[in-house]
């Protein structure tokens, strides 16, 4: 697989995380909250063949302020192939200055039971 690829699987996966435990990532927007990478880092360790079937976990490893970080782990037959740190921070959508984590999302996120 590209790994110019992997960021897009990132973005599918952080928009289906949303949609299972915060909310669709419109209703966030409507609400006056939006997020931007900040920073993301990925070590391959090994590509993805044709056909693979990938698996992403998104573990949320921390919320601070304004901003949190995932450490994304992509997986083949349970092989770790890519691994990485992304720091998203919170932004007012209509002016894209940094702002706090809604509540609403951090209560969401802080509920997840998951392995560091």
């Known amino acids: 697989m590209f790994v110019g690829h ?15 435990h915060v909310c669709s990532y419109q209703e966030m927007v409507e609400k006056g909250a939006d997020m931007m990478v900040a920073e993301s ?5 090994r590509s993805a063949a044709f056909d693979d079937e990938v698996d992403i976990e998104m573990p949320v490893h921390h919320l601070g302020t304004t901003s949190m970080v995932v450490l994304p782990r ?7 192939i890519t691994e990485g740190e992304i720091r998203h921070v ?3 959508p209509a002016t894209n200055q940094k702002k706090p984590i809604p509540d609403f999302v951090r209560a969401a996120l802080s509920a997840l039971d998951q392995p560091q």
């Open 6 to 20: 992997y960021m897009f699987y990132y973005d599918v996966a952080l928009t289906e995380l949303w949609r299972a």
């Open 41 to 45: 880092r990925l070590r391959y360790v």
């Open 74 to 80: 992509f997986r083949v037959r349970g092989e770790l």
């Open 90 to 92: 919170f932004v007012d």
